[in-house]
Each structure stands twice: as C-alpha cells, then as structure tokens.
C-alpha cells in the first residue's frame, strides 16, 4: 500500500507504527458499537487484515487512511449485527432499535468529527479559523467582518481550506461524511 507516497510493506516497521497508532480507535468504535470488547478486537483486526489483502490500495496521508478504516470497521459492525440479529438483505434500519441507530450515529458522528479536527488543525492559522467560523454557520460575509478581511479573500481561503482537507482526508473520509452524516453538517 501506499500512504503519503510512500511504499508500506505489510511486513514492516512503517506497518507496524501505523497499526499501532490506528488499532486502538478501531477496537474502541467496534466494541463500543457492538457492546463487546472481544468482538471489538475482532472486526478491528478483520479491518486490518482486509487492508492487507488490498495491497494496491493507495492514501494520500495517514488520516485517508484512517477514514478508510473507519468504513471497514462500520461496515463490518453493520454485518455483525445482522448475523447476530438473522438480518439479511435488508437496510440496516430495519435491524436495529432506535437506541442502537441512535447509539451507532454518535459513535460514528464523534469519530468523524475528531477526523475533521484533527485535519482543520493542520490548516493555516487563517484558514482554521475560516473553516471553525463556517462550521458555526457563519456566512461569508460574517466571517469577513469577523476577521477584518474582505469577502473575496474569505472565498479564496475557505476554497483553498476545503482543498486541503479534500486532499488530507481522501475520498473515504467524504464516504463517512456523505454516507451516514450528510444531516450533521
């Protein structure tokens, strides 16, 4: 695989820093979706092994890759608590409780928001504050008066922002977002 450019061998160091790194919040969203610690572990280490088998899979930083996990784990919590519940070949809706989607969307809503800031904090120091400003619901041309700039440069900034986190956080992270969160933001 690759991550920033650079070639991973699964049998490496550079693997095994990124497992490390990354496993912890993969075994905790599985086993706090799942309610098991055991099963947790499971689907975080199946998640693992599926990035493995897909060596030709290609991130453009740590964080794509991290968003990329976060869809297996998701999807394979999804596929548990099917079997579990005998649930086949219909929406995952019609399986769960409203406890339980509700309990699955803030999981997976917490997750996805510490992505995003942890990307918004890599941004420049104007930038974050446009990007922070606008997830406030501030407009443009508040956001202008705000930081005593004019609107055209709050334009260019937050286009340059968006950019940036497009290219941080690859197309997986927008799969999270537009898959299960368009109504959050």
């Known amino acids: 695989m690759r991550v920033s ?9 550079e693997f095994n820093e990124i497992f490390e790194r990354l496993f912890p ?22 998640a693992f092994v599926k990035l493995w088998q897909k060596d030709s899979e290609e991130f453009s930083s740590e964080k794509a890759l991290q968003a990329y996990l976060y869809v297996l784990v998701k999807n394979a919590c999804i596929s548990q ?10 929406s995952i ?11 699955l969307n803030e999981i997976l809503r917490e997750e996805t928001y510490k ?6 904090n890599e941004l420049s120091p104007q930038a974050e504050q446009v990007v922070r ?15 005593e700039i004019t609107i055209n440069s709050v334009k260019t900034v937050k286009k340059r922002a ?3 986190l497009r290219q941080v956080l690859g197309s997986q992270f927008v799969m999270i977002v537009l898959g299960d969160f368009y109504e959050y933001f």
């Open 81 to 90: 608590i099917r079997k579990e519940k005998n649930i086949f070949n219909t």
């Open 93 to 103: 809706d019609e399986g769960l409780t409203v406890v339980e989607k509700s309990f």
């Open 133 to 147: 400003l606008t997830l406030n619901g501030y407009r443009n041309q508040d956001i202008a008066s705000e930081l």
């Open 25 to 46: 919040s993969m075994y905790m969203l599985a086993s706090r979706i799942l309610k098991s610690q055991e099963k947790g572990k499971d689907i975080a280490q199946e």
């Open 5 to 13: 450019g650079k070639t991973i061998q699964y049998n490496s160091k």
């Open 115 to 120: 992505l995003l800031h942890e990307a918004i």
């Open 162 to 164: 968006y950019n940036r």
